[in-house]
Antibody
Framework: QLVQSGGGSVRSGGSLTISCSAS????????MHWVRQTPRKGLEHVSS????????FYADSVRGRFTLSRDNARNILFLHMGSLGLEDSGVYFC??????????????WGQGTLVSVSS | ETVLTQSPPTLSVSPGERATLSCRAS??????LAWFQQKLGQAPRLLFY???GRATGTPARFSGSRSGSEFTLTIDNLQPEDFAVYYC??????????FGQGTRVDVK
């Protein structure tokens, strides 16, 4: 399972880190993703990291502001979000990939974490 | 970036009837398309992958199929727990793994 923590409310321009603790599977052999859900854009694939942490993807909307990392020894995924804007508000889901990187389905989702950015 | 168009946006169906949901891709995704079910206040749950591969726990009344660039999710004999929002997602040419806008299945 994937258990998320962090999130909450922050002022525009601020920072926040959310994390995802994995259990019940071999974390180090699976790519991981963050997908956010907003009323305006629906489900948006925000960021991904390969199983070994070498390959990292960011959506254009967050590149340069968000940093994704993973600790395979502790089975934890982190997303540090900086320079937050109102458009970053939404529910963020940690998602497990069924493979190490690319062309595999996303097969397990965390419970979601609400991020609320105010002006 | 591959765009997925789901139709209809809302589908009103009576319990026990069949629901047919469509997802059309703007370019080839091969069979690398998944269907998710999301109930209010919950995370999405994987139903199908590879177009028609049933995920663990997906009831047999659900089926997935593909015809060219159009993928279809069919729910036979709709049960009360099936009323939810359904999303398709392509994982063929990610990043990004784009999602459709969803089809809401509600009670007629």
């Amino acid at each position: 399972q994937l258990v998320q923590s962090g999130g909450g409310s922050v002022r525009s321009g601020g920072s926040l880190t959310i994390s995802c603790s994995a259990s019940g599977f071999t974390f180090s052999v699976h790519a991981m993703h963050w997908v956010r859900q907003t009323p305006r854009k629906g489900l948006e694939h925000v960021s991904s990291i390969s199983s070994d942490g070498v390959n990292i993807f960011y959506a254009d909307s967050v590149r340069g502001r968000f940093t994704l990392s993973r600790d395979n020894a502790r089975n934890i995924l982190f997303l540090h979000m900086g320079s937050l804007g109102l458009e970053d508000s939404g529910v963020y889901f940690c998602v497990k990939d069924s493979g190490p990187f690319k062309v595999h389905p996303f097969d397990l989702w965390g419970q979601g974490t609400l991020v609320s950015v105010s002006s | 970036e591959t765009v997925l168009t789901q139709s209809p946006p809302t589908l009103s169906v009576s319990p026990g009837e069949r629901a047919t949901l469509s997802c059309r891709a703007s370019q080839s995704v091969n069979n690398n398309l998944a269907w998710f079910q999301q109930k209010l206040g919950q995370a999405p749950r994987l139903l199908f992958y590879g177009g028609s591969g049933r995920a663990t726990g997906t009831p047999a009344r659900f089926s997935g199929s593909r015809s060219g660039s159009e993928f279809t999710l069919t729910i036979d004999n709709l049960q009360p727990e099936d009323f939810a929002v359904y999303y398709c997602q392509q994982y063929n040419d990610w990043p990004p793994g784009t999602f459709g806008q969803g089809t809401r299945v509600d009670v007629k």
